[in-house]
């Protein structure tokens, strides 16, 4: 298994690591440490760069499976032993924590005015959408929500991290609305991302630590998707 640094220390754009599995065939390896955000929860993976001394080898995508987090390399694969530094394209990255950190406050404003659910998303870095049950949205609500969302993020709340037990995390109301019954049964230990006062919830990806990081956002458009669902697209307007 990979040790994943990115999910308890998301502000970590390097590292040096040890090659544990090659994959020929695929063009992939297996590290035994990566800040590689390897996607999931609508965030796409990150992108960079692994240096074996003075070779530079492109990452063009990452993803895990249950033997760990495998990197795709163009240049040539190294050898397992093999030890090198890597570096995700952090412009990128961090473009997508602030993005990721948005999505959670549009949730958290849409359920403290709404108690509507969040039923699926994604995101590129700067913009992303949302998809709601929400019979009663109203075109007028689009202006408030904005203020709103806007309001919560420039108040700066703290965005924490912890890990609860799953027997805890099956009883935490928060966490049940955003489905936490969904995640597999063997999943022992759960990951929360807590904006403090506004949102919870079980989630595996990168955000920033506090919500002014994010700055502001605009809502581009409110999008009807048949039966009382709504897909709201957000887009960042504070440059990093
Ligand atoms: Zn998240």
Redesign the pocket.
């Given at each position: 298994m990979t040790d994943r640094i990115y999910s308890t220390d998301a502000y970590a754009a390097q590292m040096r690591a040890t090659v544990v599995g090659v994959d020929q065939d695929d063009g992939r390896i297996l590290l035994d440490r990566t800040v590689f955000y390897p996607g999931g929860?609508g965030?796409p993976c990150d992108e960079g760069e692994l240096w074996i001394g003075e070779d530079r080898l492109i990452v063009t995508r990452v993803a895990q499976d249950s033997a760990g987090v495998w990197h795709w390399v163009e240049g040539g694969l190294p050898s397992e032993g093999t030890e090198l530094e890597g570096k995700v394209d952090w412009d990128r990255r961090y473009m997508l924590m602030r993005t990721?950190t948005a999505?959670?406050a549009l949730c958290g404003v849409i359920w403290e005015r709404f108690q509507s659910p969040v039923t699926g998303g994604n995101m590129n870095p700067g913009e992303g959408r949302l998809d709601f049950e929400l019979p009663q949205w109203d075109p007028d609500d689009k202006g408030p929500i904005e203020a709103e969302l806007n309001r919560q993020l420039a108040c700066n709340r703290d965005v924490e991290v912890s890990f609860l037990p799953r027997e805890e995390a099956d009883l935490d109301p928060s966490l049940i609305r955003t489905k936490v019954n969904l995640l597999p049964p063997t999943l022992k230990e759960v990951r929360v991302?807590d904006i403090v006062g506004l949102d919870r919830?079980a989630?595996g990806?990168t955000?920033v630590s506090a919500t002014n990081e994010v700055g502001q956002i605009r809502i581009k458009k409110v999008e009807s998707k048949g039966k009382g669902f709504r897909r709201i697209r957000v887009e960042l307007t504070t440059p990093s």
């Open positions: 929860g965030q990721h999505m959670h991302i919830q989630d990806g955000h």
